[in-house]
RNA sequence: UGUCCUGUGGUGUAAUUGGCAACACGUCUGACUCUGGAUCAGAAGAGUCCAGGUUCGAGCCCUGGCAGGACAACCA
């Protein structure tokens, strides 16, 4: 959680605009954004950025932020994802209240504004293919050549528009393009297009129309209809500023203008972040889906154990600039790990099991031992754990031969096991490969709960779990799902190719005590010494599955690979 | 050979608008601990892309460079 120290006195770039603005009574000390996605594929944790960014911005400053889709494009569009979308928004907090709209609630609109500009000469009917009015549009250092029919009559276009709009044109036959400047240096001035003839059916607006407004016709006017004040979008709409501002011009001679600002989008290391490349991962099977755990996206990380807590105190601690740059994931689990560490129930489960025998425990008696449920918050209480004669422990923690810096078990070796015994190792069994197959202890009755009976230490506490009670259960471990930290410097290569072939590790037999039975779907466990896990929703009854959201800090581990 | 944007520890951000470069993550010590976790205490690490200039004083202002990015979809 970020505290008032850490965040006051951090204003960046836009709330500093903004509460300068303020001062100067601009907007009528309105403030209104709004977060316009595209419903072409679903939300990932850099679009959480720019929603809480967006939302942020209006709760700081006592505004509103609307929800928009921006559906512009029936081609790649689908009701599918805007209702992931909008589930995705709420999980992380936000609420737009009234205030959803649609770039499709507008066609009526828009199209009624481009027949002004029509009449005001200022856009034109162009008959030319896409391929010829790319090739006259020049170049970042050319000048582009004007069309052939630039200059047609008012009453032409207007004749020629409405029939594009009555559907008696094929699609790419003509285009409706704005009639400013040829010449300009900035390439989105060089009388941009503004309708083009799509025959694909609408997901909201059915075969209603057949011509569709660009981005760039639409965005800015949905804006200043909306009453937005700060239209907050990504360095690369940079240059088409200009034109949006353009258009709110012809629009109005009023004082209000929404204004565009541009920030950086969020790299993180080790993943991929764009659209295209991660239906391309869904597409084809590079992953389960688009909530599959490895994802960046908003459901993926969800279901990996993400809160929405720890996304938007990510998304506050890595700030925002116009510099571009790339964000450590391990930023990112640091902040889970802060809100888990915090939030989430212990639980002991062992992912490796290696059985131990208490020699001289009882047969057939089981004990119930009192464990803690959360040292961080010790109001979530305590619960009983079961011990018996047979246990398991992770395998890692037992070494024949240990070095110097291992501290667990070995031969000979006495170590706590968590909230019951110390045992000492007095036995290894191994079978006819030489691996080990089971450890012979005993056990310190005096030491019961954990407490040293004679005040004598011990360097090591080892989780584990009573084999007849133990819950079986599949475990999946997830790692990076690409192998280099920045794919954009392999732009050159196909990113597939770098593909992490360990993303995934599926460990279909743990055991974990019995406290974690009938958890219901994303509940959260700190599994103690291993990390944080939480409850996928492939759970069945009888056999629960665990996703593990991040590891616990390890200095061992760290030690280890000296 | 254009227009626009951006250069601050390893990473991400800050610097009261000209006043000893601060914070977080990471790293390294140490303390504590029934999680090699958490917590606590401390340390190392940049002189702000470069070169000039203005100024008592520049990360901030001016000039000139250099480097990186965006823009040539009937995508958003």
Redesign the pocket.
Known sequence: MINEK?SS?????IH?QIE?ELQEGKNQGRVHTRF???P?GYLHIGHAKSICLNFGTAEKYGGLCNLRF????P??EDVEYVDSIMEDVHWLGFDWGDRLYY?SDYFGKLYEFAVKLIQEGKAYV?D???E???SQ?????RPGIESPYRSRSIAENLDLFERMKNGEFE?????LRARIDMAS????MRDP?LY???KTPHHRTGDQWVI?????F??GQCDFWEGITHSICT???????PLYDWFIDQLTEDNYRPRQI?F?RLNLSYTVMSK?KLLELVKNNYVKGWDDPRMPTISGLRRRGYTPESIRNFAE????????????V??LE?SV??HL?KTSH?VMGVLDPLKVVITNFPEGVTEELEAIN???ELEAGTRLVPFSRELYIEREDFMENPPS????LAPGREV?L???YFITCNEVVKDASGEITELRCTYDPA?K???SPDGR?V?????WVSAPHAVESEVRLYDRLFTVEDLFVEKERDFKEFLNPDSLVVLPKCYLEPSVKGAPALTHY?F???GYFNVDPDSTPEKPVFNRTVQ????????KNR
Do not use: C
Not at 9 to 13: D, E, I, Q, S, V
Not at 212 to 216: A, E, K
Not at 405 to 408: H, I, L, M, T
Not at 552 to 558: P, S
């Open positions: 850490e006195g951090k204003n960046n770039f500093q300068k316009p996605p595209e072409n921006d559906d512009t494009n081609e790649k770039a162009d030319q293919d896409a010829t009015i790319s549009k020049g170049t970042p250092t699609e790419g036959s003509r285009v240096p900035n390439m989105h297009i083009r003839i799509l569709y407004p660009m981005y760039d639409a965005h360095l690369e709409f940079e240059v088409h500023r541009e950086a295209r601690r890595i700030g925002v600039t116009k510099v571009d740059g790339m964000i450590d391990t930023l640091h790990r802060e560490n212990r959360n040292p961080e810096k291992f501290f667990r706590r968590r909230y019951a030491s709960g954990g407490n230490k360097k090591a506490t080892l989780h700190q103690e010494r291993l616990l800090k390890d200095t061992w581990a760290k030690e």
